[in-house]
């Protein structure tokens, strides 16, 4: 048991960070009425780490850079023909899906990452991936953290005098694109999807403020990954469909908790 630890010792920090950051995440998306957003964001990375992987590129470069194009060029090219917001990340969400499917189709290499996109790929992290991944995740989160207050402000208060540039908007969406790509391949889509919804829905009733809600939201994440990576591990079963249990049963037994107390 040990020897395991160990060896997936970096899979288990870096998922410890990131499932703390994609749930503090979750919340301000959830402000926003983002959570399609969340899932388009991933399946464009992944397929930019499919690109990446056949180019012979990094695949974090790949994911974060083509994640970065999409959602600075491309929703505008496309707003046009979906002027709603749901509806363009619907529309990139399913032409990212379609051409992964294409890739894994025709190129063994974006076959395999493709696999893996579901599974993550924490189990076959290395020290260094910890450092890479941890390093576009953190300047992600700090980036989001200073912009956000003045977006948020504007929104729910959009009366006030000096409203945020497109400089902020930008700041935000290239912050939001780089902590989602990296979820996206290191947890795989479904576990980052998981992470942005289910710790912000279920803090939200019982959070006493925003700053309480993303510090409940990220303990609530890191918290569910420590017992699904265990319980993985010890198991021998599969890391994502564990954690996504996990999660659920977590906020199930949160909401019981709220009405037991009658808050």
């Not at 989602?180 to 403020?209: C, D, E, H, Q």
Request: hydrophobic share 65%; charged share 10%; proline share 3%.
């Amino acid at each position: 048991m040990l020897e395991q630890l160990l060896l997936f010792a970096p899979g288990f920090v870096l998922g410890l960070f990131m499932s703390a950051v994609l749930a503090a995440l979750g919340v301000i998306l959830r402000l926003r009425d983002e959570a399609l957003s969340a899932f388009s964001h991933a399946q464009v990375a992944v397929l930019g780490a499919m690109l990446a992987a056949i180019a012979g590129w990094p695949l974090l470069i790949g994911a974060w850079g083509l994640a970065m194009l999409v959602a600075v060029v491309g929703l505008w090219l496309i707003k046009p023909v979906a002027a709603v917001a749901s509806s363009r990340h619907l529309l990139v969400l399913l032409l990212a899906w379609s051409a992964c499917l294409l890739l894994a189709d025709n190129h063994a290499q974006a076959r395999l990452l493709s696999a893996s996109a579901v599974e993550g790929q924490l189990l076959l992290v290395q020290w260094r991936d910890v450092v890479a991944h941890g390093v576009v995740g953190a300047l992600g989160a700090a980036v989001l953290g200073g912009v956000s207050k003045a977006l948020l402000a504007h929104q729910l208060l959009p009366w006030l005098p000096g409203a945020p540039g497109r400089a902020h908007a930008l700041a935000r969406e290239l912050a939001v694109v780089a902590i989602l790509a990296t979820g996206a391949l290191a947890s795989g889509i479904f576990v980052t999807l998981a992470l942005v919804l289910i710790p912000a829905w279920s803090g939200w009733a019982s959070a006493r403020g925003l700053r309480a809600a993303v510090l409940q939201a990220a303990i609530f994440g890191a918290s569910a990954h420590v017992l699904a990576f265990g319980l993985a591990l010890v198991l021998d079963q599969v890391y994502p469909a564990v954690m996504i249990v996990v999660l659920a049963l977590m906020a199930a037994a949160a909401s019981l908790r709220r009405k037991t107390l009658g808050r």
